[in-house]
Every structure is written in structure tokens, then in C-alpha cells.
């Protein structure tokens, strides 16, 4: 997994420092430029044996700009043989160079990242962009392609000139993979040592011991030379397509088979890849995985250090108490309070689970490795409920006052609410037992018996946001923050049925307007009904 999950890492977002014309570190990003025609040139994360990006941006889906080859042509011939005044592919064009200029940093317009509301956005996604722009301009380039005037026939012939060259490119990078490359082995080993022996020691908690990264270092050397051997189609297919779409443009149909071209290459490389192949091929499952899948109780789990990466829980369909993207401020600050270690910006590490904010999180399974590279699973003694009662909750005037309750005792969130106000908490009457069973437990819907003797707060564990209600016996209730990031609710003494439920506002909204809007298409077709068959509109 360590392989992985330096394959979907991002290094720290760089602030703008004002408006900056030329950036001497541009060409470090210009090094991505090859993948809008050779994709697997630094090597593809579905293949054997451990991925590592040599790219500053090292997310393999973010870097590669590929389109197709057929396509990337296509767009090419658009730029020189439909360029007229009123010609869309000028608009394209610029389109794709800025978003290409401020993706890699490109002199004169890398300051575009330091401008107001584009300061705080990862320019590096911006390919994504660019890709679009070029499969746009491809449509207009095709259409040139497939002109039978006079015009069709220079876009043929520019069309072969460029499916010529990336031949040529195909031939060069074989013969440079396969005779140069071996004699720059020891030079790589001997760099690649030095930058594993730098990030061990930048990891905030090893969960490997050196000579694991250096014996995953001896992989990686060793799938690059397999991955430039002549017989690797995902390598050079690039080039075999273009000697296809040569041969297909000289032909009659060339329409069809430019298509036929497109379709099969990029669904032939993405095999593996995209999410339409089974999820297994992608993230195969472990022997630690399928034990925790095979639990269908209602728990949660965590991994200490950088053992299970924050977002694989999303493709085994676990519930993690980590996450990577997109936590609720409320959240991120009380994980914080737990003691969660430093990392990327926008992902959690923990470095033990034995705080009580940790495991009263419905926290069953905890995943570590040791340092000969095996994965251990710990269960729990003691598991908290999902939703359980207390008799006492305190009212914190700000999130800064309930954080510094929470880290001066952390052992009382198992029988204590704080809640963050202002807010009017009533008194419960006194300690009682009180107990939570799950009815229904869904994304956006939670129903729960709670019995309890004397009355209390439910504690639910799942994350506070604007848009959940809260109802008792179906009745609305008060919705709490409770411990800073979660839900409480007032339940009197008694068995009562409590259900969460998300309702924002803007979901009624976008109904409203969606109705208001088809109102207005059928009255608007009342009015203006289009002309019958064979007479001309009033």
C-alpha cells in the first residue's frame, strides 16, 4: 500500500507570492507534457509491481492530459485548417492555452494563479481543462479531416504529416528506452535512495523500516525497464495508432475507422483503470480487508500512520474515522483535539487510537503495520455505540471553550455532551440508564429506539451540518453541535423513536425552481406551438 499511496499524494498546495511572469521551477512541470501523447510514459498504477510518480504532481489521473491519439491530431489539423474569423476554434484554442499556462506554470502566465478567487484553487487540475479544450478542437479537426472539398484534402495531408511524426516519436522513445535507459540504472538507483532516504525521514510515523522502501525502489527500477520492452503495447500503442489512422485517412472509409481508431485505443488503455472494470482489478482486496467486511455490525475503523491510505475506505466500503477530502471544519478541529498527526493539507493520520475522542467514535477495528512490512488488525474490548444517552451536557459560548472541555477530559465524552452555543439546554433530571437501538440506518436518514429512565441527550456520532433535523416520535426537536463537529438531541424519559434526517433548504429550492421552470416550458409551448408539418410559421 506504501506504493499507493505515494502514487495518489499530492505535494502542498504552493501559495502565489504575487504576480509572477517567469517561474524557474516551470520546467519541473513541463515534464508532464509527453502524457498528452505517450500516457504511460512514467509508468501507470495498474501495472505489476509498485507505481511511483517522478512527477511534481503526483496523482497518475491529474497528470495525464491524454486524449487519444486520433483526437490529438484531429485537434492539430483544427488549428491550422479551420481558423477563420468566426471560427470557435480560436476561442478553443486560447482556452486550452491558458488553462495549460497556469497548469504548468508557463512564463507570462502563472500570475493568472495569483489572482483573486484562482489564489486559493490547485492550478495542477487545470489539465483537465485542457484535455476538454483539445477533444472540442478534435471535433472541428475531424470535420476537416472528413471534408470531401478542397479544403478536406490539405487537412488530410497535414493529418498524415503529424501521424508520421508521432511514428517517428514512437521509434525514438523505444530505442531510447531499450538502449539508453539501462546504462542510467545505477545513476537512478543511486538518486532514487537519496530522495527515499529524505521522505523516511520526513514521514510523521514510519510504518516500514528503510530497507522496505529500498527493496520497493529495486521494484520500481525494475518494472521501468519491463515497461519500455518492445512487446509492451500500453507503452508504444500511441504509435501503432497512428500508423492505423495514416492508412485509415488514405482510405475510402475514413470516417468510420478514425472511430473505430479513437474508440478502441481509449478503451483499451483505460482497461484497468477506469471504473468501469471491476472495482477488484483496481483496489484487489486484502486478507485485513475481507475480515472487516465480513462484519456487517454497525462499527467504524481506523489505521494508524500511513498503513491504510485515509481514502481507500471509499473503495472497500469502510467506515474510517479518518477521511481525506472535503471534512467539515467542525470535524477537522475536533480530530485536532484527538491528536492527529500533521500531513497533507486535506487529509488525517492518527498515530494511536487510545483517546477516548477516538474511540467514542464507534471506533471497533484499528489496522497497524510492523516494521517487517505485515499488516495487523486489533479489535476492540469495548465498542461504542453509534448512539448512546448521557445525563449531563455543558453549554461552550465557542468552539475554542468546548475543544479545551474535550482535551481537559476526555475520558467525560462518554458520559457528557458539550454543546456549543449559544443554546438553550434544558436540565435533565438526573443519572438513569438509557440505551439506543438502530432501526434504519441510511446516507441521508437515521432512526433509533432510545429507552432511557430519566431522561437525557442522544449522542449521535455521525457529523453535524446545516440541512439535518432532528424528530422524537416524529415530533421536530432541537438539533444540537454536540462535542464541536457531532448531533445531540433532548429525549425525555421513556422508549421514544428518534430519527435524523437531511432536509436543506436547498433541496426545496431546487425543486421549486425546477418546477416554476417546467411550468414555463409547457406554458411556453401552449402559447408558441411549433408549426405543423408543410406550413410555413406565421
Avoid at 190 to 211: F, I, K, M, N, Q
Avoid at 421 to 442: F, H, K, R, S
Wanted: aromatic share 10%.
Amino acid at each position: 500500500m506504501a506504493a499507493a499511496e505515494r502514487g495518489v499524494r499530492a505535494p502542498a498546495r504552493r501559495a502565489p507570492a504575487g504576480l509572477v511572469l517567469f517561474d524557474s521551477r516551470c520546467w519541473r512541470e513541463l515534464l508532464a507534457l509527453p502524457l498528452v501523447l505517450f500516457p504511460n510514459l512514467y509508468g501507470n498504477p495498474t501495472w505489476p509491481g509498485p507505481y511511483h510518480s517522478y512527477l511534481p504532481w503526483g496523482n497518475y489521473n491529474e497528470n495525464v492530459l491524454y486524449v487519444g491519439t486520433v483526437p490529438l491530431l484531429c485537434a492539430l489539423v483544427s488549428l491550422r485548417c479551420r481558423r477563420g474569423p468566426a471560427s470557435p476554434v480560436w476561442a478553443l484554442a486560447v482556452l486550452v492555452l491558458v488553462a495549460a499556462g497556469m497548469a504548468f506554470h508557463l512564463p507570462a502566465l502563472d500570475w493568472l494563479n495569483a489572482l483573486p478567487g484562482l489564489a486559493r484553487a490547485n492550478p495542477a487540475r487545470l489539465r483537465l481543462v485542457t484535455s476538454f479544450g483539445l477533444a472540442m478542437l478534435a471535433g472541428f479537426g475531424a470535420d476537416a479531416v472528413l471534408d470531401p472539398e478542397e479544403g478536406g484534402a490539405a487537412a488530410r495531408r497535414w493529418f498524415l504529416r503529424l501521424a508520421g511524426a508521432v511514428v517517428v516519436a514512437g521509434v525514438l522513445l523505444a530505442a531510447a528506452g531499450n538502449l539508453a535507459l539501462p546504462l542510467l540504472v545505477p545513476r537512478l538507483a543511486a538518486w532514487g535512495r537519496h530522495v527515499v532516504e529524505a521522505r523516511y525521514a520526513a514521514l510523521p510515523a514510519p510504518t516500514h523500516s528503510l530497507d522496505y522502501f529500498y527493496a520497493e525502489l529495486d521494484e520500481v527500477l525494475a518494472g521501468m525497464a519491463r515497461a519500455f520492452r518492445i512487446g509492451n503495447l500500453a507503452m508504444y500503442a500511441p504509435a501503432a495508432v497512428a500508423v492505423g489512422g495514416w492508412l485509415a485517412v488514405r482510405g475510402s472509409a475514413r470516417g468510420p475507422m478514425l472511430v473505430v481508431l479513437a474508440v478502441v485505443e481509449l478503451v483499451g488503455l483505460g482497461r484497468g483503470y477506469t471504473p468501469a472494470v471491476p472495482r477488484r482489478d483496481f483496489y484487489p482486496p486484502t486478507a485485513v480487508v475481507s475480515r472487516l467486511a465480513r462484519d456487517t455490525t454497525l462499527h467504524r475503523v481506523t489505521a494508524l500512520g500511513e498503513t491504510l491510505v485515509p481514502d481507500a475506505h471509499m473503495m472497500y466500503g469502510l467506515a474510517d474515522v479518518r477521511g481525506l477530502d472535503f471534512p467539515t471544519r467542525w470535524y477537522a478541529a475536533y480530530l485536532d483535539a484527538a491528536g492527529r498527526l500533521p500531513w497533507i493539507a486535506y487529509g488525517t493520520l492518527v498515530g494511536s487510537a487510545d483517546s477516548p475522542l477516538l474511540r467514542v467514535l464507534n471506533v471497533k477495528y484499528v489496522v497497524a503495520a510492523d516494521e517487517r512490512g505485515g499488516v495487523t488488525l486489533a479489535e476492540l474490548d469495548h465498542v461504542q455505540p453509534r448512539c448512546f444517552v448521557v445525563h449531563e451536557a455543558v453549554v461552550a459560548e465557542s468552539d475554542a471553550q468546548a475543544l479545551e472541555l474535550l482535551r481537559s477530559a476526555p475520558d467525560a465524552v462518554y458520559s457528557r455532551v458539550v454543546i456549543t452555543g449559544p443554546a438553550d439546554v434544558p436540565p435533565v433530571a438526573g443519572d438513569g440508564d438509557g440505551e439506543a437501538t438502530p432501526i434504519a440506518y441510511a446516507p441521508t436518514e437515521t432512526a433509533w429506539s432510545v429507552v432511557t429512565g430519566a431522561g437525557g441527550y442522544l449522542v449521535n456520532t455521525d457529523a453535524y451540518y446545516p440541512g439535518w433535523r432532528a424528530y422524537v416520535d416524529d415530533r421536530p426537536a432541537a438539533l444540537y453541535r454536540a462535542n464541536v463537529a457531532f448531533r445531540a438531541v433532548l429525549v425525555p424519559a421513556g422508549r421514544h423513536t428518534v430519527t435524523f434526517r437531511y432536509e436543506p433548504r436547498s433541496m426545496h429550492m431546487g425543486v421549486a425552481v425546477s418546477v416554476l421552470a417546467a411550468c414555463v416550458c409547457v406554458f411556453l409551448t401552449w402559447r408558441h406551438p411549433p408549426p405543423r408539418s408543410g406550413r410555413p410559421p406565421a
